[in-house]
């Protein structure tokens, strides 16, 4: 910064520069002066752009298995579209643990030994081993279903502590998604019902299901797995069974394990109805859930609001509003199901 000191007569004054040093004199040459204002008014620039870069953020993210498929590059646009360049502005340390929930704990306790700036955690167990890991870095959690009724927040619009994120109304979209697979197949009389029992989130939504299926007449055939080992022996009871289509909870590792649970599916010829739009693209007869894309882009806007010196339990937590309704009509014929128009009208995508 510079100060002058002016006299009437003008015939001295003083130039004190920012780093200290004081020149006078009534004699000082002109030109003296110029460049000497020009090298400060150089170094000013430089000095707070070293400032500003030197502050690398690095954000976290924990999660069961590796990251769904899409769920990186939709953050990653997200945090483009706000100014974000990654490897110069920020940095991703990704945590999973290949399937194993109980590691969660340890690779929280890990990222808030990096003392990283936020954690990123895609479902209920991680989010969880989040919040026991560290009370003071913030944490953002991605389409969790009703974190009220799992305890992570105690508030949706003002959550307190250092948890906010996303999350979606699970008793309202499972019942949605029951009543969707009885319209396209109305036939329908048994229904099997998988999730991966480590996520506390996933027997929410199971006893969302039982009441909806009591209100549909629906017999339910319950299928708890802890993982891709239990998935043959699953299908084989709910083909003893004769269920007729098979529900499968949202969760990483059950995304994670799609392709296998779709072959099983068509092996033992069970309509598959899922939260995830990839499911139906995959070979999924129905697929109704949030659009994932949407949510995961949404989470930069978490990851920059917090950034910029929000408290985490100030953010409110956000519904999902955009849900899709995808529609395999290949799968349908393999199946021997017709759709009815009226479902194919409101279908937000239709395979055929």
Known sequence: ?????????????????????????????????????????????LAAYAQQAAKLYRVGILSPELPPPGFLDAFRQGLRELG?????????????AEGYSQRL???????AELKVDLILALNTPSVQAAKKATVTIPIVMTQIADPLKSGLVTSLTRPGGNVTGMSFKVDELTGKGLALIKEAFPS????????????????????AIKA?????????????????????????????????????????????????????AATH??????QYRAFAEAGALLAF?????????????????????????????????????????????????????SLLARADKVIE
């Open 84 to 96: 974000y360049v990654e490897g110069r502005d920020i940095t991703l340390e990704v945590r999973n």
């Open 188 to 207: 329908l009389t048994r229904v099997a019902v998988l999730w991966y029992t480590p996520n506390p989130g996933a027997d929410i939504a199971v006893s």
């Open 1 to 45: 910064m510079l100060f002058f000191t002016h006299r009437l007569a003008a015939t001295s004054y003083s130039v004190v520069i920012a780093d200290g040093v004081i020149l006078t004199g009534a004699h000082m040459q002109r030109r003296h002066f110029i460049v000497l204002l020009a090298g400060a008014a150089a170094l000013w620039p």
């Open 212 to 264: 909806a299926s009591r209100e549909l007449g629906l017999e339910l055939m319950l299928l708890p797995v802890r993982g891709q080992a239990d998935l043959v022996a699953a299908f084989q009871t709910a083909s003893r069974s004769r269920a007729e289509a098979l529900i499968v909870l949202a969760d990483v590792v059950a995304t994670q394990h799609r392709d296998e649970i779709l072959n099983l």
């Open 105 to 111: 704990g340890a690779l929280a306790n890990i990222l």
């Open 269 to 274: 010829s069970l309509a598959v109805i899922s």
């Open 289 to 341: 859930g949030p659009n994932a894309s949407a949510m995961y882009r949404r989470a930069a806007y978490y990851v920059d609001r917090i950034l910029k010196g929000a408290n985490a339990g100030d953010l409110p937590v956000e519904q999902a509003t955009k849900f899709d309704l995808v529609v395999n009509l290949k799968t349908a014929k393999t199946l021997g199901v017709t759709i009815p128009p």
